[in-house]
C-alpha cells in the first residue's frame, strides 16, 4: 500500500486539491506539452531563420522551438509563471467586469446622475 | 544521453527521483506492524531490522537490474506504458485505504516474517524503481543518489510524507504529472523507435497528448460533466487511432494521398458514433431493466 493512501486528502487528491495548486499542476502540464510540440517540430522544414523565427521564436530562450530542450525544473518555473499570469488576469478582469457591472437601481452605492 | 554533474539536467532529474520517492514511497511500516503483530517480543525487535535492511537491500537489487533492464531494446517502451499505469493508478482514490493486500496474515516465525516483509517490499517497490529508472536517464549517480533518498523514507519518513501530502495534495498531481513526462521521456527515447520517429516528428506531439490523456484521466474525470465523461475514452481513442494511421501509412509506404488523409481525420468519427450510440443503448437498457424482487431479512 502506497503511503499516500494513508491520508484522506492526498488519496483523493483530484477530488481535494486546491483551486491554486490544480492551477499550477495544470500549467506544468501546458508547458510539457508545449516542449513536447518543439520536439515534434522538425526546424529545417521552415529553413534557416525564416518562417521558423517569425512564428516561433517569440524571443530567444522562451520560444516553443527552444522548449524542447527545457528540463523538468524549467518546465516548473514556467508553469509557475503561467499560473501567475492566469491568476492575475482572473483576478483583474474580475475587477474590471465587477466596475462595468451597474448597481441595483435603488442600492446605497448607486451614484445619482 | 547522462546529464553532467550538477548540470541542471542532473538536478531536475533529482528533483525528478525525489518527488516520485515521495508520492510512491510504499508503506512499510505497516507491512512490518502487520507481519510482526503475533511475534513475541524479542523477535519482533529482530524482525523490524532484518525486515528494514532487506527491504533496503531489495530495492538496491531492483534499482541496479533497471538499469540493466532499461537498456535493452523494447524495455524503454513496456517501462513508459507501465509508468502511465502507474500514475493513472496513483490518481485514481482507492476505497478502502486501511488494508494492505500484501500481507494476508501475520506470520507465525521469525523467516516466514522476513520474507513476508521483503516479497511485499519488492512488490511494492517495483513501481518505485521503475519509475526512478526511467527519470534517472541510465544515470548509476542518480540511480544510487534516488536510492539514498528512498531509504530514508522507507525507515523514517512515513509520517513526515503523510504529513506533507496531507496539506498538499496538489504534489501528488504533480507526481503524477512527472510520471507522464518520465513516461514519454523513455518512449521517444526508446531504441526500436527512434528512427521511426525522426522520421515522422509530428507523432511525438500526439504520443505526449495521449500519454498525459490516459495518465492524468483520473483527474479531468473528476471535473467532466457526466454528458461529457465519453471524453475520458474518445480522446486516447482518436489519438490511438491517429498513431494508428501514421504506423500503417509508413508500413504500406502511402505518403499525402487524398484517401488516406480522409481516413486519417475522418475515419474515426463512424467509430465514434457507433460507440457512442453503443454506450447510450446499454444505458437505456440498464435504466429499464426492472429491479430484483426484494427479500426480507429475518
Known amino acids: 500500500m502506497l503511503l499516500i493512501r494513508r491520508s484522506p486528502r492526498a488519496n483523493a487528491t483530484v477530488r481535494t486539491v486546491s483551486a491554486g495548486g490544480e492551477l499550477f499542476v495544470a500549467a506544468v502540464v501546458i508547458c510539457m506539452i508545449l516542449a513536447s510540440f518543439g520536439d515534434a517540430i522538425d526546424p529545417a522544414m ?23 530542450d527545457w528540463h523538468l525544473l524549467q518546465l516548473l518555473l514556467a508553469g509557475a509563471v503561467l499560473a501567475l499570469g492566469i491568476s492575475v488576469l482572473r483576478v483583474g478582469s474580475a475587477a474590471i467586469v465587477k466596475a462595468l457591472r451597474p448597481a441595483a437601481r435603488r442600492v446605497l452605492s448607486k451614484v445619482p446622475i | 544521453m547522462q546529464p553532467e554533474f550538477l548540470s541542471a539536467g542532473f538536478v531536475s532529474a533529482l528533483f525528478a527521483i525525489v518527488l ?61 506504458i507501465a509508468l502511465v499505469w502507474i500514475a493513472r493508478k496513483l490518481l485514481t482514490p482507492e476505497e478502502s485505504s486501511t ?16 520474507r513476508t ?34 531509504v530514508p523514507i522507507i525507515v523514517w519518513g512515513s509520517q513526515l510524507v503523510i504529513r506533507l501530502v496531507d496539506r498538499f495534495p496538489s504534489v501528488v498531481l504533480l507526481g503524477g504529472a512527472v510520471l507522464a513526462w518520465t513516461a514519454y521521456s523513455i518512449v521517444v527515447r526508446e531504441p526500436l ?20 490523456s490516459i495518465a492524468l484521466a483520473p483527474w479531468y474525470a473528476a471535473r467532466l460533466s457526466p454528458q461529457s465523461q465519453p471524453l475520458v ?29 480522409a481516413v486519417r481525420w475522418l475515419g474515426w468519427l463512424p467509430l ?18 426492472p429491479l430484483p424482487p426484494r427479500t426480507s431479512v429475518e
Open chain 1, 46 to 68: 521552415f529553413g534557416e531563420a525564416g518562417l521558423e523565427f517569425a512564428i516561433f521564436d517569440l524571443g530567444g530562450e522562451f520560444s516553443v522551438l527552444a522548449m524542447r
Open chain 2, 20 to 80: 516520485i520517492d515521495l508520492v510512491l514511497a510504499g508503506d512499510n511500516a505497516l507491512i512490518i506492524g502487520l507481519v510482526a503483530r503475533n511475534l513475541p517480543k524479542n523477535t519482533q525487535r529482530k524482525v523490524i531490522f532484518w525486515g528494514t535492511f532487506g527491504a533496503i537491500a531489495v530495492r538496491g537489487l531492483m534499482a541496479v537490474l533497471v538499469v540493466y533492464i532499461l537498456d535493452l531494446p523494447g524495455f524503454m517502451l513496456a517501462g513508459g
Open chain 2, 99 to 114: 488494508a494492505s493486500h500484501a500481507v494476508k496474515a501475520p506470520a507465525t516465525s521469525f523467516a516466514a516474517a522476513l
Open chain 2, 117 to 150: 516483509i521483503v516479497i511485499a517490499d519488492a512488490v511494492m517497490g517495483v513501481d518505485n524503481v521503475l519509475a526512478i529508472g526511467g527519470a534517472a536517464t541510465g544515470s548509476v549517480l542518480l540511480i544510487m543518489l534516488g536510492l539514498a533518498i528512498s
Open chain 2, 193 to 212: 523507435l527512434a528512427t521511426w520517429f525522426a522520421g515522422h516528428a509530428a507523432t511525438k506531439l500526439v504520443a505526449a497528448i495521449l500519454i498525459f
Open chain 2, 233 to 261: 475514452v474518445l480522446l486516447p481513442a482518436v489519438l490511438v487511432w491517429l498513431l494508428g494511421v501514421e504506423v500503417a501509412a509508413s508500413a504500406w509506404k502511402l505518403q499525402g494521398e487524398y484517401g488516406l488523409e
Open chain 2, 272 to 289: 465514434a458514433a457507433a460507440w457512442l450510440w453503443l454506450r447510450e443503448r446499454i444505458g437505456l437498457r440498464n435504466l429499464h431493466r
